[in-house]
């Protein structure tokens, strides 16, 4: 049995962690606009992400990052 990778609630997931990108991240988000379950899904995601990223140690990153910006 495969597992389904394109289920609503793995979309949301890398939708919030930023992984979801280009024509699939723009179709997601149409959808998003529309759909208030996926919405709950997105809200609950970060909900979770929200306490590890607290939990984390703030940085500033290296001045070699903000030359090349």
Do not use: K
């Not at 998003?32 to 140690?57: I, N, T």
């Amino acid at each position: 049995m495969t597992e389904d990778l394109e289920t609503p609630e793995i979309l949301a997931g890398e939708y919030v962690l930023g992984t979801l990108r280009g024509e699939d991240r723009a179709r997601f988000e149409a959808e998003l606009a529309q759909d208030p379950g996926l919405a709950r899904l997105v809200e609950a995601w970060e909900r979770r992400l929200a306490s590890l990223a607290a939990s984390l140690p703030s940085q500033q990153p290296p001045p070699r990052v903000w030359r090349r910006i």
